[in-house]
């Protein structure tokens, strides 16, 4: 039996994933984003140790909630990083018709070894997934993550081949990402995919802050502002947004 290192759980999330949502946070993540709002998700060696089985048995009382379209989602820190314990957890959610959803940056992604076995294993118990686009230009995602894009976007085209349902999310950070060229470019991206069923423009926010500063680490961003709601509203139309809502209705 495998144990996820778990941060956090919200019983009834609305924003991650299709209807009311068991959300569960884990700990470990590759990437460093500067405007990350859970710095304290980053070390996989923290966090109560709990079975699949456990957090099953526990999602079950919500599950009168859920209604045809919830279930559970898992987040992070970056899920990707405890494979076994996922597959072990979504094995067991399926034991029970559970809608399953994960919700990842794509950082751990290859084609390459057991990882890949395992990976190819956990599509197969996986409904959807919720994936960001930090950034397209591939130089501005390794400054703004640290890590590099290639097989980040590799993720996405694998995904795109066995059409596997994906919700799209793009964090728009003023003096950033906020940048009409950037913007259109995400837009042709997401234009050479067919499985993408809903993109979503998440405006930057320093609600996280304050964890930096309990982590004696300095703010990445520092006095830069959240984007204006003309520029939100930009975003959207270039990514055509309305046209994925239109899909999701």
């Known amino acids: 039996m495998t ?3 778990i941060h956090s759980i919200e019983s009834f999330g609305s924003v991650d994933g299709p209807g009311l949502r068991y959300i569960i946070f884990l700990f470990g993540c590759p990437l460093r984003c500067k405007f990350c709002h859970n710095p304290d998700t980053w070390d996989m060696t923290k966090g109560e140790k709990r079975s699949a089985r456990d957090l099953i048995e526990e999602s079950l009382s919500c599950q009168s909630y859920w209604g ?3 279930g559970i989602t898992v987040s992070g820190g970056e899920p990707l990083m405890q494979l076994d314990f996922l597959i072990e957890l979504f094995t067991e959610a399926k034991k029970y018709g559970i809608n399953t959803c994960i919700d990842t940056s794509g950082a751990p992604f290859t084609r390459e070894g057991d990882w890949f076995v395992k990976f190819q294993k956990l599509m197969e118990l996986t409904d959807l997934l ?3 686009i930090k950034h397209i230009d591939p130089l501005e995602h390794e400054k703004l993550t640290g890590r590099p894009l290639e097989n980040i976007s590799d993720m996405f085209r694998y ?5 596997k349902p994906i ?4 964090v728009l950070v003023p003096t950033v990402s906020d940048k009409d060229e950037y913007l259109e470019k995400t837009r042709d991206f997401i234009r050479s995919l067919h499985n993408v069923k809903r993109v979503e423009v998440l405006p930057y926010h320093t ?3 304050h964890k930096y500063k309990d982590m004696g ?3 990445p961003l520092e006095g830069v502002p959240s984007p204006t709601a003309d520029r939100v509203e930009n975003a959207r139309r270039i990514l055509e947004c309305e046209k994925y809502d239109a899909w999701t209705k």
């Open 167 to 170: 919700w799209i999310r793009h």
């Open 217 to 219: 680490l300095e703010y």
């Open 159 to 163: 995904l795109d081949e066995i059409n």
């Open 207 to 209: 609600l996280g802050v």
């Open 68 to 70: 045809s379209k919830g």
């Open 3 to 5: 144990e996820g290192y």
């Open 130 to 132: 919720l994936m960001d």
